[in-house]
């Protein structure tokens, strides 16, 4: 059966963000005389809530250092959201995707504040039918998000499809028991994304845009 309900992560796999994340990261790790992580190390822990995500790329923040850091960290990411995009593609794709009357989410590990201000800086408020942040419920990759996005739209696992860039991403959706597609054009490698076994690995917003194309709808 064809899917009904695709949902997507944001960062890395809609916006190209991944290089703002890590660069803040490592800002924020000199402005507080931390160890600074590769951008590797940094790049790994996109996806997961921002407390859980510092926490892992950053070993030695405390928790007495954490306000500072995640003042720091907002600081450094808000002084390049003016540069942020959408890949190439993307609107045109999720255009395509709503006159086939597919139903459309965001799973992400963003806060709400994010989210909405970077879904009205790109125009597509209004192009998601149920959204999810890190801070309003479990972080991935727990299932819960993709859990509440299926319940609130009534869509039944078999017809939904996660896409995402990172590990994380894939192994909520399998803990979701649902099918998940990896982009290996935003923070994890494709050997990273293909150890969950997805349906697919693209390269690129065009082979995932004919992907989806010939199984939704």
């Known amino acids: ?20 994340i890590v660069a803040a ?31 892992r ?10 306000p500072r850091f995640l003042e720091r960290y ?14 190439e593609g993307v609107a045109e794709m999720l255009a395509e995707l709503a006159a086939r009357d597919v139903r459309m989410a965001v799973a992400t590990g963003k806060s709400r504040v994010g989210l909405t201000r970077a879904l ?29 996005i299926m319940e609130e739209l009534d869509v039944a696992a078999d017809r939904v499809v996660m896409i995402g860039d990172t590990s994380h991403d894939l192994q909520m959706a399998a803990n979701a028991r649902v099918h998940g597609v990896g982009v290996a054009y935003g923070a994890h490698t494709r050997e990273e994304l293909e150890a969950h076994t ?19 709808g």
Not at 203 to 212: C, Q
Request: hydrophobic letters at 45%; aromatic letters at 8%.
């Open 120 to 148: 009205a800086a790109s125009g597509l408020t209004e192009a998601f039918q149920a959204t999810r942040c890190a801070d309003e419920t479990f972080s991935k990759p727990n299932p819960t998000m993709l859990h509440e």
């Open 57 to 66: 790329a950053v070993p030695g923040l405390t928790n007495a250092m954490l």
């Open 74 to 87: 907002r600081v450094h990411y808000l002084l390049r959201d003016p540069e942020l995009k959408l890949f």
């Open 25 to 55: 990261i490592q800002a924020a790790c000199r402005d507080l005389e931390l160890p600074v992580p590769s951008a590797s190390q940094a790049s790994w822990v996109i996806g997961l809530s921002l407390e859980s995500a510092l926490r």
């Open 198 to 216: 997805p349906q697919a690995v693209v390269e690129s917003v065009a082979a995932l845009r004919e992907w989806l194309l010939q199984r939704t």
């Open 1 to 20: 059966m064809p899917y009904t309900l695709v949902v997507f992560d944001w960062d890395g796999t809609l916006m190209d963000s991944t290089h703002s």
